[in-house]
Antibody, heavy 119, light 107 residues
């Protein structure tokens, strides 16, 4: 059974940093692109970043470029996002998801972890 | 930047057909997919590559994509289908784009 479990969320002050993790199991992690998607309270889904199977290619939404870094450890079956210079507008539930073999859809999602940026 | 537009809300009576649209420039030339999200839960993929259903998704869910509009159709809508639905596509400039979401009410 495919499982994705996020962790690392919490309350952080504006300008602070946080690192989110996503532990993957039930599939061969190294064979899939992975992604982070966020959802601000009461709002819609927003794609954040993608990473290729071997980590050699990464893509970000403009609003997080230069502040967030997506990474992965295939030996540990884990996905990460390092979030720096956090702003109030980064407050959201952050989901990790697997990108399917076609590369066109997010076929499995974690339960999400809440990040709150507030003083 | 590329944008996808969905109606904020759609209402349907139980047993009837619900249609949720997603509009974007030349969307028919891209692949669209759809996610269902119930309150307090993570999104679930219900349609990918315009009209394919993942394993476990009921046959009453179907999709189409042509011109500038992708459509999610739910035939014989049930109370359990009440949820928010999001379309999503890939674009060379914006990379991944989600629609704003549509709240489906079954009443």
């Amino acid at each position: 059974e495919v499982q994705l479990v996020e962790s690392g969320g919490g309350l952080v002050q504006p300008g602070g940093s946080l690192r989110l993790s996503c532990a993957a199991s039930g599939f061969t992690f190294s064979r899939y692109w992975m992604t982070w998607v966020r959802q601000a309270p009461g709002k819609g889904l927003e794609w954040v970043a993608n990473i290729k199977q071997d980590g050699s290619e990464k893509h970000y939404v403009d609003s997080v470029k230069g502040r967030f870094t997506i990474s992965r450890d295939n030996a540990e079956n884990s996905l990460y996002v390092q979030m720096n210079s956090l702003r109030a507008e980064d407050t959201a539930v952050y989901y990790c998801a697997r990108i399917d073999s076609s590369g066109l859809a997010f076929d499995y999602w974690g339960q999400g972890t809440l990040v709150t940026v507030s003083s | 930047s590329y944008e996808l537009t969905q109606p904020p809300s759609v209402s349907v009576s139980p047993g009837q057909t619900a249609s949720i649209t997603c509009s974007g420039d030349k969307l028919g030339g891209k692949y669209a997919c759809w996610y269902q999200q119930k309150p307090g839960q993570s999104p679930v993929l219900v349609i990918y590559q315009d009209n394919k259903r993942p394993s476990g998704i009921p046959e009453r869910f179907s999709g189409s994509n042509s011109g500038n509009t992708a459509t999610l159709t739910i035939s014989g809508t049930q109370a359990m289908d009440e949820a928010d639905y999001y379309c999503q596509a890939w674009d060379s400039s914006t990379f991944v784009v989600f629609g704003g979401g549509t709240k489906l009410t079954v009443l």
